[in-house]
T-cell receptor
Framework: DVKVTQSSRYLVKRTGEKVFLECVQD?????MFWYRQDPGLGLRLIYF???????EKGDIPEGYSVSREKKERFSLILESASTNQTSMYLC?????????FGSGTRLTVV | SQQGEEDPQALSIQEGENATMNCSYK?????LQWYRQNSGRGLVHLILIRSNEREKHSGRLRVTLDTSKKSSSLLITASRAADTASYFC???????????FGAGTQVVVTP
Protein backbone atom coordinates (compact mmCIF):
# COMPACT_ATOMS: atom_id res chain seq x y z
CA ASP A 1 0.00 0.00 0.00
CA VAL A 2 1.10 3.54 -0.74
CA LYS A 3 2.01 5.40 2.36
CA VAL A 4 2.13 9.09 3.01
CA THR A 5 3.63 9.74 6.40
CA GLN A 6 3.35 13.00 8.29
CA SER A 7 5.92 13.33 11.00
CA SER A 8 3.63 14.53 13.79
CA ARG A 9 -0.04 13.94 14.64
CA TYR A 10 -0.19 16.83 17.12
CA LEU A 11 2.01 19.88 17.52
CA VAL A 12 1.84 22.86 19.84
CA LYS A 13 3.99 25.84 18.94
CA ARG A 14 4.37 29.38 20.17
CA THR A 15 3.55 32.49 18.18
CA GLY A 16 6.55 33.62 16.15
CA GLU A 17 8.24 30.22 16.04
CA LYS A 18 9.41 28.74 12.76
CA VAL A 19 7.55 25.48 12.25
CA PHE A 20 8.42 22.59 9.97
CA LEU A 21 5.82 20.01 8.94
CA GLU A 22 7.31 17.01 7.21
CA CYS A 23 5.68 14.67 4.73
CA VAL A 24 7.19 11.57 3.13
CA GLN A 25 5.68 9.30 0.47
CA ASP A 26 7.00 5.93 -0.57
CA UNK A 27 5.56 5.46 -4.06
CA UNK A 28 7.69 7.68 -6.26
CA UNK A 29 4.78 10.06 -6.97
CA UNK A 30 5.75 13.26 -8.67
CA UNK A 31 2.93 15.45 -7.38
CA MET A 32 2.63 16.36 -3.73
CA PHE A 33 0.30 18.78 -1.97
CA TRP A 34 -0.23 20.58 1.31
CA TYR A 35 -3.76 21.46 2.40
CA ARG A 36 -5.18 22.94 5.53
CA GLN A 37 -8.61 21.99 6.77
CA ASP A 38 -10.75 24.25 8.91
CA PRO A 39 -14.37 23.87 10.05
CA GLY A 40 -16.69 25.62 7.63
CA LEU A 41 -13.90 26.31 5.14
CA GLY A 42 -13.17 22.81 3.92
CA LEU A 43 -9.83 21.84 2.42
CA ARG A 44 -7.76 24.67 1.00
CA LEU A 45 -4.61 24.16 -1.05
CA ILE A 46 -1.54 25.86 0.36
CA TYR A 47 1.20 24.66 -2.00
CA PHE A 48 1.72 22.08 -4.68
CA UNK A 49 4.91 20.49 -6.02
CA UNK A 50 5.15 18.66 -9.34
CA UNK A 51 8.81 17.67 -9.15
CA UNK A 52 11.93 18.06 -7.08
CA UNK A 53 12.62 21.73 -6.39
CA UNK A 54 9.46 22.70 -8.32
CA UNK A 55 6.59 24.31 -6.47
CA GLU A 56 3.47 26.29 -7.17
CA LYS A 57 1.36 28.43 -4.87
CA GLY A 58 -2.09 27.24 -4.05
CA ASP A 59 -5.05 29.27 -2.85
CA ILE A 60 -3.65 30.38 0.51
CA PRO A 61 0.19 30.48 0.42
CA GLU A 62 0.63 33.59 2.58
CA GLY A 63 2.68 32.86 5.67
CA TYR A 64 3.90 29.52 4.32
CA SER A 65 6.76 28.23 2.24
CA VAL A 66 7.69 24.74 1.07
CA SER A 67 10.75 22.68 0.30
CA ARG A 68 11.12 19.67 -1.96
CA GLU A 69 14.78 18.63 -2.11
CA LYS A 70 14.03 14.95 -2.67
CA LYS A 71 11.16 13.40 -4.56
CA GLU A 72 9.78 11.57 -1.56
CA ARG A 73 9.78 14.48 0.87
CA PHE A 74 7.69 17.64 0.84
CA SER A 75 8.04 20.01 3.77
CA LEU A 76 5.72 22.84 4.77
CA ILE A 77 7.30 25.73 6.64
CA LEU A 78 5.50 28.31 8.71
CA GLU A 79 8.01 31.14 8.72
CA SER A 80 6.61 32.83 11.84
CA ALA A 81 3.69 30.95 13.30
CA SER A 82 0.57 32.89 14.14
CA THR A 83 -2.59 31.88 15.98
CA ASN A 84 -4.60 32.00 12.74
CA GLN A 85 -2.47 29.14 11.46
CA THR A 86 -3.94 26.83 14.07
CA SER A 87 -5.44 24.14 11.87
CA MET A 88 -5.34 20.57 10.61
CA TYR A 89 -2.64 20.21 7.94
CA LEU A 90 -2.94 17.45 5.39
CA CYS A 91 -0.25 16.26 3.01
CA UNK A 92 -1.08 14.23 -0.09
CA UNK A 93 0.60 12.70 -3.08
CA UNK A 94 -1.23 11.93 -6.27
CA UNK A 95 -1.43 8.85 -8.42
CA UNK A 96 -3.31 8.37 -11.67
CA UNK A 97 -6.71 8.02 -10.09
CA UNK A 98 -6.57 10.19 -7.01
CA UNK A 99 -4.73 11.32 -3.93
CA UNK A 100 -3.22 9.42 -1.04
CA PHE A 101 -3.33 11.47 2.14
CA GLY A 102 -1.28 11.32 5.27
CA SER A 103 -2.95 11.09 8.66
CA GLY A 104 -2.78 14.82 9.21
CA THR A 105 -1.03 17.10 11.69
CA ARG A 106 -3.16 19.08 14.08
CA LEU A 107 -1.17 22.23 14.80
CA THR A 108 -2.04 24.56 17.63
CA VAL A 109 -0.27 27.92 17.81
CA VAL A 110 -0.47 29.56 21.23
CA SER B 1 -16.32 29.03 -4.22
CA GLN B 2 -16.30 25.28 -3.92
CA GLN B 3 -16.48 23.24 -7.10
CA GLY B 4 -18.24 20.39 -5.36
CA GLU B 5 -21.11 20.92 -2.97
CA GLU B 6 -22.38 17.96 -0.97
CA ASP B 7 -25.92 17.49 0.19
CA PRO B 8 -26.99 16.87 2.89
CA GLN B 9 -24.45 18.42 5.24
CA ALA B 10 -25.20 15.76 7.82
CA LEU B 11 -26.93 12.40 7.85
CA SER B 12 -27.84 10.15 10.75
CA ILE B 13 -28.93 6.57 10.10
CA GLN B 14 -29.08 3.21 11.84
CA GLU B 15 -26.91 0.23 11.06
CA GLY B 16 -28.21 -1.75 8.13
CA GLU B 17 -29.83 1.24 6.45
CA ASN B 18 -28.58 2.79 3.23
CA ALA B 19 -26.96 6.21 3.15
CA THR B 20 -27.16 8.45 0.11
CA MET B 21 -25.34 11.71 -0.39
CA ASN B 22 -25.14 13.99 -3.39
CA CYS B 23 -22.54 16.22 -4.93
CA SER B 24 -23.06 19.02 -7.42
CA TYR B 25 -20.31 20.72 -9.35
CA LYS B 26 -20.08 23.72 -11.62
CA UNK B 27 -17.69 23.14 -14.52
CA UNK B 28 -16.98 20.31 -16.94
CA UNK B 29 -14.94 17.50 -15.50
CA UNK B 30 -13.16 14.39 -16.73
CA UNK B 31 -13.64 12.54 -13.48
CA LEU B 32 -15.13 12.86 -10.01
CA GLN B 33 -13.77 11.25 -6.87
CA TRP B 34 -15.15 10.40 -3.46
CA TYR B 35 -13.14 10.38 -0.26
CA ARG B 36 -13.87 9.39 3.34
CA GLN B 37 -12.42 11.05 6.42
CA ASN B 38 -12.67 9.50 9.85
CA SER B 39 -12.64 11.97 12.71
CA GLY B 40 -9.29 13.70 13.06
CA ARG B 41 -7.61 11.67 10.34
CA GLY B 42 -6.56 12.09 6.73
CA LEU B 43 -8.83 11.46 3.78
CA VAL B 44 -9.03 8.05 2.15
CA HIS B 45 -9.72 7.68 -1.57
CA LEU B 46 -12.86 5.58 -2.10
CA ILE B 47 -13.70 5.60 -5.78
CA LEU B 48 -13.23 7.50 -9.03
CA ILE B 49 -15.83 7.74 -11.75
CA ARG B 50 -14.92 9.05 -15.18
CA SER B 51 -17.06 11.41 -17.21
CA ASN B 52 -17.98 8.67 -19.69
CA GLU B 53 -19.26 6.39 -16.92
CA ARG B 54 -22.73 6.58 -15.43
CA GLU B 55 -22.38 4.18 -12.53
CA LYS B 56 -19.63 2.41 -10.65
CA HIS B 57 -19.55 -0.05 -7.78
CA SER B 58 -16.96 -0.90 -5.18
CA GLY B 59 -18.04 -3.29 -2.45
CA ARG B 60 -20.96 -1.64 -0.62
CA LEU B 61 -20.41 1.65 -2.47
CA ARG B 62 -22.32 2.72 -5.53
CA VAL B 63 -21.51 5.95 -7.31
CA THR B 64 -23.50 7.55 -10.09
CA LEU B 65 -22.59 10.45 -12.31
CA ASP B 66 -24.93 12.62 -14.35
CA THR B 67 -22.84 15.04 -16.39
CA SER B 68 -25.92 16.73 -17.86
CA LYS B 69 -26.99 17.74 -14.35
CA LYS B 70 -23.42 18.15 -13.10
CA SER B 71 -24.15 15.92 -10.16
CA SER B 72 -23.01 12.68 -8.56
CA SER B 73 -24.34 10.51 -5.78
CA LEU B 74 -22.67 8.12 -3.37
CA LEU B 75 -24.74 5.29 -1.92
CA ILE B 76 -23.48 3.20 0.97
CA THR B 77 -25.57 0.08 1.32
CA ALA B 78 -26.14 -1.87 4.54
CA SER B 79 -24.26 0.72 6.57
CA ARG B 80 -22.14 -0.17 9.59
CA ALA B 81 -21.00 1.82 12.60
CA ALA B 82 -17.53 1.87 11.01
CA ASP B 83 -18.97 3.91 8.11
CA THR B 84 -19.34 6.87 10.49
CA ALA B 85 -17.19 9.52 8.82
CA SER B 86 -17.29 12.59 6.62
CA TYR B 87 -17.55 12.00 2.89
CA PHE B 88 -16.20 14.42 0.31
CA CYS B 89 -16.52 14.65 -3.42
CA UNK B 90 -13.64 16.12 -5.38
CA UNK B 91 -13.11 17.20 -8.96
CA UNK B 92 -9.89 18.00 -10.83
CA UNK B 93 -9.64 21.58 -12.06
CA UNK B 94 -6.37 21.77 -13.95
CA UNK B 95 -4.00 19.70 -16.07
CA UNK B 96 -1.95 18.76 -12.99
CA UNK B 97 -4.98 17.06 -11.52
CA UNK B 98 -5.29 19.41 -8.59
CA UNK B 99 -8.53 18.62 -6.79
CA UNK B 100 -11.25 20.91 -5.54
CA PHE B 101 -13.05 19.39 -2.56
CA GLY B 102 -16.59 19.95 -1.44
CA ALA B 103 -17.54 20.79 2.13
CA GLY B 104 -18.44 17.19 2.91
CA THR B 105 -21.36 15.19 4.29
CA GLN B 106 -21.04 14.04 7.88
CA VAL B 107 -22.54 10.57 8.27
CA VAL B 108 -23.30 9.04 11.66
CA VAL B 109 -24.31 5.38 11.79
CA THR B 110 -25.74 4.27 15.11
CA PRO B 111 -25.85 0.62 16.20
Amino acid sequence: DVKVTQSSRYLVKRTGEKVFLECVQDMDHENMFWYRQDPGLGLRLIYFSYDVKMKEKGDIPEGYSVSREKKERFSLILESASTNQTSMYLCASSFKDGYTFGSGTRLTVV
Amino acid sequence: SQQGEEDPQALSIQEGENATMNCSYKTSINNLQWYRQNSGRGLVHLILIRSNEREKHSGRLRVTLDTSKKSSSLLITASRAADTASYFCATPYDSWGKLQFGAGTQVVVTP
